[in-house]
T-cell receptor, first 114, second 112 residues
Framework: AQSVTQLGSHVSVSEGALVLLRCNYSSSVPPYLFWYVQYPNQGLQLLLKYTSAATLVKGINGFEAEFKKSETSFHLTKPSAHMSDAAEYFC????????????FGTGTSLTVIP | NAGVTQTPKFRVLKTGQSMTLLCAQD?????MYWYRQDPGMGLRLIHY???????AKGEVPDGYNVSRLKKQNFLLGLESAAPSQTSVYFC???????????FGPGTRLLVL
């Protein structure tokens, strides 16, 4: 069975500081990994995805994530936080065997302090 | 191109009442999904469909039924609503050959 663990349900950073949101996955086969962002009272929007190509993936709004198979991790980073980055972030996983189903983490709420 | 739309946006039900949530997509996507989002639990898959006329159970299917009579629509039904079904419901869709899901804006359901 697949699963995703997001460490830290709440993360606070100062404006201009590094953003690091952690995601670890469990999958017995090569996974596809995703980061989605959810702004208040909205649906989820794709930030970036890993689908077995380059291990360092760049997404929208200056975010990037690195797939590390040895650590079963897919952490999301952004060098300099902006006030508009305040949102809920979800990591998700699927694979080639159960490609019809996606498994989401419990989410990390990011607060940006001015 | 409206993407994924959900109807209604908000609804209040009494315990035991029934209702249907409608999801519509205009992107000709094969796959459609229904999720529920609860605080501290992320998104959990209720049911999904891989094409017109086919549906399958997800992680938390009990108390819900679905139908996909047309490719563009995916209906989620609650036959007898319970307070435990108070949640925010999201619909998503994707192409067969593409991994990215596109989400609707959500439906907030309160069951009293």
């Amino acid at each position: 069975a697949q699963s995703v663990t997001q460490l830290g349900s709440h993360v606070s950073v100062s404006e201009g500081a590094l953003v690091l949101l952690r995601c670890n996955y469990s999958s017995s086969v090569p996974p596809y990994l995703f980061w989605y962002v959810q702004y208040p009272n909205q649906g989820l929007q794709l930030l970036l995805k890993y689908t077995s190509a380059a291990t360092l993936v760049k997404g929208i709004n200056g975010f990037e994530a690195e797939f590390k198979k040895s650590e079963t991790s897919f952490h999301l980073t952004k060098p300099s936080a902006h006030m508009s980055d305040a949102a809920e972030y979800f990591c998700a996983v699927t694979d080639l065997n159960t490609g019809n189903q996606f498994y989401f983490g419990t989410g990390t709420s990011l607060t940006v302090i001015p | 191109n409206a993407g994924v739309t959900q109807t209604p946006k908000f609804r209040v039900l009494k315990t035991g009442q029934s209702m249907t949530l409608l999801c519509a997509q205009d992107m000709n996507h094969e796959y459609m999904y229904w999720y529920r989002q609860d605080p501290g639990m992320g998104l959990r898959l209720i049911h999904y469909s891989v094409g017109e006329g086919t549906t399958a159970k997800g992680e938390v299917p009990d108390g819900y039924n679905v139908s996909r009579l047309k490719k563009q629509n995916f209906l989620l039904g609650l036959e007898s609503a319970a307070p435990s079904q108070t949640s925010v419901y999201f619909c998503a869709s994707r192409l067969l050959a593409e991994e990215t899901q596109y989400f609707g804006p959500g439906t907030r359901l309160l069951v009293l």
